[in-house]
């Protein structure tokens, strides 16, 4: 058969009676920490403060800098996402410039548009004097003072052809 789960022949094994332990006269002396005056007590109160109040201020500045650090880190981030849409975007538009400017593209649609290139023959040089050209200014305020120069200037040819 199987093995019993208690041996009942053997021993019986017991726990020794704890011993009582012998107790150590103890003796009150004088000394020790010394006592502080109220005044000592409120200053090192009043130290006791200041430091956890520091302690604090480090504690919040830390947090500070760093949730000002992973602002600006999401910052940079959002940047540089920028930049390589950016730079995508570029590229794209670059190579479809250099596709439309491209000779050969150029060619091709102006064959499509039944245009020819230019023959010499189709060139007239003409020549103009100085009063056939006509000049445009910039402005309103341009024109007026060529126009008051003008005028001056026929009122003075005037006044020495009178002489």
């Given at each position: 058969m199987g093995q019993p789960a208690y041996d009942m022949s053997s021993e019986v094994r017991r726990r020794k009676a704890p011993q009582t332990q012998r107790r150590v006269a103890l003796r009150v002396e004088k000394g020790g920490k010394r006592r502080l005056s109220p005044f000592q007590a409120a200053m090192q109160h009043a130290l006791q403060l200041i430091s956890v109040a520091l302690?604090?201020?480090?504690?919040?500045s830390l947090l500070w800098s760093e949730a000002q650090l992973v602002e600006v880190n999401?910052?940079?981030?959002?940047?540089k996402a920028e930049l390589v849409s950016e730079q995508s975007q570029y590229t794209y538009y670059n190579?479809?410039?250099n596709s439309k400017t491209n000779i050969t593209s150029v060619e091709e649609v102006a064959g499509r548009l039944g245009l020819?290139?230019?023959?010499?023959?189709?060139?007239?040089?003409?020549?103009?004097?100085?009063?056939?050209?006509?000049?445009?200014?910039e402005s309103a305020v341009?024109?007026?003072?060529?126009?008051l120069h003008d005028g001056a200037m026929t009122i003075l040819a005037s006044v020495r052809s009178v002489k």
């Open positions: 302690l604090a201020g480090f504690a919040v999401d910052q940079i981030q959002k940047a190579s479809v410039l020819m290139k230019m023959d010499q023959s189709q060139l007239t040089y003409i020549r103009l004097d100085s009063d056939s050209v006509l000049v445009r200014r341009h024109q007026w003072t060529d126009f």
